[in-house]
């Protein structure tokens, strides 16, 4: 008699109306209960009968009930659903077919059909891309609808599939077009197949995009740097630009590279194949012996051919150690002058702009079939300076040349200080001891100075810290300086195969060189694009090596003691990066002494204190313990040998 009684509802609604109401994100718990997480940092419990409507992520509004002294939320209205589309794994129970979000934090399954069941065949953990239909908060049921296929249980690439199908990346290279690639015909392209360029490249890599030639000019060098055209072949209108632009970049996941372009032309037709003509955008500039690079460079359109193809190991190993390397005539006093060059590029930059951290890189090594085999550390050694500093050479050059052209392009920036910072910045610099005035941080010269006196500190707390002042970087059309980079103008056009970005700068530097106007070439839509598709690919790669870390460290025992470097501190505990691998792992702060209240977690300087006593701090490396790994949630987690105590040894 009480079910869906009229009556009840009304009086239910009247005394809902008369209390408060909160709106927030529901944050399930591994129980049935679960959390209502609002602004403020204030949270409110839900009980397990109203989370059986809710997902965890979920935006909703709540009312609050106090139940003596405890506060609940009971649930009232979805106001945004975590779930839209979705990839989940198929499950069947009872017959039934059901999906399990593949989310770290949603541990139920949902009721499902397909799309198209004639031809969509589900068998018991295939991976599909659904979507939510219905909700049970507004529905009174939850409902899934099964779109496509993503992966089948048994494919040993599922997982590679599974991440890119979830940032919505592309996972196949792109068909190769229909139309006839045509050369642009171009009068002006000049001949330089007469000089020694060479490339270093990976042992690995077939989308060779860049080579150099250098030489000594007794007061500077002459750097050119000549780079791959793919836009002699892909016009404005081509049906590989409309491709190129929504990939916008060529995505590298462990084991897989998911290429902008066909492998045709990015690996065949455009890469610098030795021995082969090649069509090129080559910029000569003039570096100064103290690594100063001279407004004085020139853009041209050539035919080039490679000398001859390195390799990074390769040459660090003939510079670092003089062991023996097979070089045509000509390339080894050439490799030579470029180590230079990029040791005195690194000095100059260093004194008068501002220099990045060096850090290793990691590879994985995978069986042909996905499987983990090892994780590689790879030091950056000299060859990796020598063609990195070159291109950061040429991009800065291309800034300058268009800027002084007072041309639009793709301009790469970054603003330095968050405005809405800069007080609490001014407050954190005079605590730690430096002196600087609003104005002063927001000029490019401020931002590099102070850069480099916290770098001359060895300020390692303080200078990851700074990060969190930052702005993001961005794309835009207009010329304004990189501060991160220490530049005036920056236009990245050396990775045009890679890069869509690179591709669209390729065409205004022909258009400067021919003398021809061009048209701003980002719109605000492309521009956005252009930073979500920067940030998908991101997450893909992190989220790919994420779960071949936890991959790794689950082989590991139990107890093994590794190295790792302090990269955050906050109150649950210390977010850490291991030396060897470059995983992340975490250390619970209930991990790191016997009682509580032992430690502060100090998170505005970075670290953490016992009594009057700084016992850890952010950039330090310690020794700790592996305790847990959670393949599922892709979690590493580690303890300290002998946690911290307020008892007297």
Known sequence: MFKDNPLLAQLKAQIVENLPTVEGRVKASDKSYGFLQCDGNKSYFIAPPFMKNLIHGDLIKA???????????????LLQPSLSQFIGQVQFINGKCRIVPEHRQINRDLPARSVDPKTLKLEQGDWVKAKLSSHALTDKQFAVIVESLVAKQDDPLARWKIVTAKHDLAWDEPESSETTLEVEQVSSRV?????????????????????IHISDQSDHWRLSVA????????????????????????????????????????????????????????????IEKTGLLKPDFEFELATIRSHQRLDY??????????????????????????????????????????????????????????????????????????????????????????????????????????????DALLKFLEKNGYCYSAQELQTLSGFCELRRQVEARGDVANEVLLRRFYNQSEFANDSQAHFGLGEAAYASWTSPIRKYGDMLNHRIIKAA????????????????????????????????????????????KVGSKLKAEIMDVNRAGLKLQFMDTGARGFLPASLMSDAKDVLVFETDTGCIVQGESVKLCLGETIEVILHDVRIENQNITVRLEKPYSNTPN
Not at 357 to 369: G, I, M, N, Q
Request: glycine share 4%; net charge negative.
């Open 63 to 77: 009312s609050l009930h106090e139940q003596g002294k405890k506060t609940s939320a009971e649930p009232q209205e």
């Open 191 to 211: 001949d330089l197949r007469h000089m020694p360029w060479f490339t270093i490249d990976g042992l690995h890599t077939k989308d060779m995009d860049d080579a």
């Open 227 to 286: 780079i791959a055209d793919p836009s002699a072949y892909v016009s404005e209108g081509h049906p590989l630009n409309q491709v190129a632009k929504d990939r916008c970049f060529t995505l590298y996941l462990p084991g897989k590279t998911v290429p902008m372009l066909p492998e045709n032309l990015a690996n065949q037709t455009c890469s610098l194949l030795p021995g082969e003509d090649k069509l090129a955008l080559v910029c000569h500039m003039k």
């Open 313 to 422: 190991t390769s040459v660090s190993n003939l510079i670092e150690n003089q062991l023996d390397l097979d070089l045509v005539p000509g390339i080894e006093a050439q490799l030579q002058q470029l180590a230079e060059f990029s040791r005195q590029r690194i000095e100059w930059r260093q004194q008068h702009s501002t220099v990045f951290k060096s850090r290793p890189d990691y590879s994985f090594e995978l069986s042909e079939y996905g499987e983990l085999l090892d994780i590689h550390c790879q030091p950056r050694r000299i060859a990796n300076s020598m063609v990195e500093e070159a291109m950061v050479a040429a991009n800065a050059a291309a800034g300058q040349f268009l800027s002084q052209q007072q041309r639009q392009a793709v301009y790469s920036v970054h603003c330095g200080f968050k405005t809405e910072s800069i």
């Open 513 to 556: 060189i021919l003398e021809q106007s061009n048209e701003a070439p980002l719109t605000e839509e492309l521009s956005q694009h252009m930073s979500e598709q920067r940030r998908k690919h991101k997450f893909a790669e992190r989220e790919m090596a994420d779960y071949l870390y936890t991959q790794y460290y689950a082989m590991l």
